[in-house]
């Protein structure tokens, strides 16, 4: 069992920055891969970033490439994600996922990953 806490969220104005954080309890956290999805209303969920137990490899969606950076303290059991020059676009509600199956990142599907935070709101104002 993997239980995961995001925090973080909030509003912001176009071009500004905000980082969130993804605590993990239960299962070793350098077990496993994790990555960050989105989802904004009407929509389905997105994956944004993914990465390895080690940071080795990482992933990025293209509408983040250059904006956004992901990474972990596995010292602190704890996953960011770092978003900056963010646009109204990004608006949506950002889940940590962990995929407790794999040490390496295997996908961008929700289905890849078996564990789920609750969600923390970004809001980005025009």
């Known amino acids: 069992q993997v239980q995961l806490v995001e925090s973080g969220g909030g509003l912001v104005q176009a071009g500004g920055s905000l980082r969130l954080s993804c605590a993990a309890s239960?299962?070793?956290?350098?077990?496993?891969?994790m990555g960050w999805f989105r989802q904004a209303p009407g929509k389905e969920r997105e994956i944004v970033a993914a990465?390895?137990?080690?940071?080795?490899?990482?992933y990025y969606a293209d509408s983040v490439k250059g904006r956004f950076t992901i990474s972990r303290d596995n010292a602190k059991n704890t996953m960011y994600l770092q978003m900056g020059s963010l646009k109204p676009e990004d608006t949506a509600v950002y889940y940590c996922?962990?995929?407790?199956?794999?040490?390496?990142?295997?996908?961008?599907?929700?289905?890849?990953?078996?564990?789920w935070g609750q969600g923390t709101q970004v809001t980005v104002s025009s």
């Open positions: 239960g299962r070793t956290f350098i077990s496993y891969a």
């Open positions: 990465m390895d137990w080690n940071g080795s490899r990482k």
């Open positions: 996922a962990a995929d407790t199956r794999s040490s390496f990142y295997r996908g961008s599907q929700r289905d890849d990953y078996d564990y």
